[in-house]
């Protein structure tokens, strides 16, 4: 061999270095997926259970003779449901592990500080966040989201506020994208109505006190108050308007009107609360699968954590996916399988083997998640329902399921 | 005029809450020569420990403060002896970054121990008193009322003790202080006692009014430096009047910008002052270099 062409070689092998790890990676006989759930930090509630589901669809996948001759391999880190905290962990898994397909990121924050490695290394990226720029941010339609956006949960809250025949809306947002997203969404829905809303604060995190702003929005004395925001300065806020002694009706995320509200500030002060989250796909065979398989495994009902069925949901999806791309698929042929296997259009399939032995007789199929119908569109979003929950005597009772039509 | 005097109810009851980390990062300044960072982290210690005592059973919330301040205390003492005492020759971006350091460490210990869920004290939440609009909070006049009996017990010492005589002598004049005979080493240790003291009370106060978090005091720490720089480093008075000045200003501001630029605002007083008056509104100019 000649120094040119040593020379040509060596470039060749080191340009190849730099390519996302996906080219070589179906070759280690293993599918490698990477879990980034919020076992610690504000989605401590969920991530445990989050990362459960996805191990027990995995060991699933895999009983089952795995996807498309290969297995499914889990390496899982702590998004600790921090942004700077999740960015190293992703980092880890995609550097050190090579995961093919990240899974699980739960906040918006979270969500948005990864995509820009995910989308680097050429990698699929599944999050349970809100935030509507997480749609627009995803040009390389390499990212599936499995929560409602908040614009719809936006949309649910006006729906909400027009069966109770509420007239005088305010909104406070959290200053942040999932926050604002929620309230805009609301504003948005609500005076395409013909509504008004008397009156908004955006705030900031992490103060003391939120009287003043709270102040500002009961002046203008609505009859309710929609908002987009956490636990902490949720806590904070109710306090401080429950001992104002001002009547008025609250709608609230269900992160921020959750179990551990009531914990803090009692039965009293939260009666009454609207709370309102997605719910599961509670009628669907594959649910009742999800149900039974995340019982054994928890000894916890698969009603309480709604973000676990989404997480199941995409090691199922992703499996199917690729298993109806082949053998030897690179994780972009993966990608593109994605919303055939998931969308109108093949015979229902409740779970990974029902599809799996569908797809060997190459037929089409549509798998109907365990979190909802799926169904992504064109920004890979999906369409969940909203359970209405009003929280009595410290207990959330649900009294409504809202369906919102798929967006735009 | 109800709206107005609301928001000045809220900005003072912030603003004494404030000036209890701002008076005891002050009163390091200006004898130990450095910003002690881990200020917010003591304010962090105080509110777990005076939560965990209420867990442990001691129900009533001063009690569990007393215990909580105890506690603290000796952590900041020992922290000056083990710490700040070794690096007290070498610069002063040397203790800062201790500091710093021991804030990271305490916070860490702390969510290693207690998580990141959030925590509240167990006091009753009682309805505001309504003067045709003008409301008011017990809660929040306890906490004005803590806030302010503490102040005036620090005032006290430090103006009609002779420990705030030998502390104020060390602060002005360190040679001159030796040279009179003032014992350092048991001044110092009183000093750091009384900065935890301060720093746990502070804390706890904070809680009251907030939610007890691993990131409580770190994220309230600009604040209380700000309202230190504003008062004049090293000033207890000026602490005071600083941490007011910025918490009135900041609430006051929400009617005329929204709350999303009060900071911005409580930080154009801050500029603004610092223009006028380079060493803050009560400062010296020796010791800002």
Redesign the interface.
Known sequence: MDRRSLLKLSSAAAALQMLPGFVFAQATGSFRVGSLCPV???G?PYGPGMQQAIRMAVDEVNAAGGAAGVKLELFSEDS??KPDAAVLAAKKLIEVNKVQALLGTWASGVTLAVMPLTDAAGIIEMNTSGAPAISTLDTKDLVWRYQATNDRFGQAFAEICKKNGYKRPATMAF?NASGLGNTQGFTKAWEAAGGKVVAH????P????????L??IL?AKPDVIVTGSY??DT??IL??W????TPVKWIMPGWAASP?LVK???N??TEGIISVDSVSNEKSKSYAHYDELYTKATGKSGSTNVYAAMTYDMVVVLALAIEAAGPGATTEQVNAKIREVGNPGGTPVFTFAEGKALLAKKEKINYEGASSKLDFDKYGDVTPDFGVYVIEKGEFVRKDVVSIPPGV | MIQFLNLLINGITEGLVVALPALAMTLVMGVNRFPNAATGDFMTTGAFMAVGAQLLGVQSLVLATFLAALITAMLSAASYELIFKKLARQPMIASLLAAIGLGFLLRSVISFFAGHDQRTFNVPLVRAWNFDGIRILPTDLAIAGAALGCLAVVFILLYRTSFGRQLRAVSDNPDLARASGIRARKLMIGLWLLVGVLSAIGGVLLGMKAVVMPELGWDHLIPAFAAMVLGGIGSPVGAVIGALLMSVAQELSVPLLGPSYKLVLSFGVLALVLMVRPAGLMGRVDLIR
């Open positions: 610690t930090g504000a401590s600790q449901t200053n604060v955006t705030y900031e992490n103060r003391p006190s939120y009287r003043s702003e102040q500002k002046d636990l902490p806590t904070i306090r401080e429950f001992q104002s002694g551990d803090a500030l009692g009293e002060v």
